[in-house]
């Protein structure tokens, strides 16, 4: 099973590279990508207890996918106050017959 998420002791070896940003892009692919990691483990698992494990990871990622994607939706969805009351041709038009 894949980690995405670690915790460093230290400070003394860390990089550039570990105060980037994460992106909300990049957020939702490693979420995607450990969904399927646990689906395939869910899939491939025997035992009872590893079974509710992947169930419950199967649950958590679920949710945490929704709620990425629900943030990317209102990221690109525009402000109310930036959309026109009325069509932008019809402004023109009326500009010019008058």
């Known amino acids: 099973m894949k980690m995405y998420f670690n915790q460093k002791m230290g400070t003394e070896h860390m990089t550039e590279e570990d105060y980037t940003p994460v992106t909300l892009k990049d957020s939702i692919e490693k979420t995607r990508k450990a969904l399927n990691d ?53 402004a023109l038009i009326s500009h010019v017959l008058g």
């Open 38 to 90: 646990a689906y395939a483990g869910f899939d491939n698992a025997v035992d009872v207890d590893m079974i509710d494990s992947y169930i419950y990871e199967i649950n958590s990622l679920q949710k945490r996918y929704k709620h990425l994607t629900d943030l990317a939706a209102l990221e690109s969805a525009p402000a109310e106050d930036t959309l026109y009351k009325h069509s932008p041709v019809r």
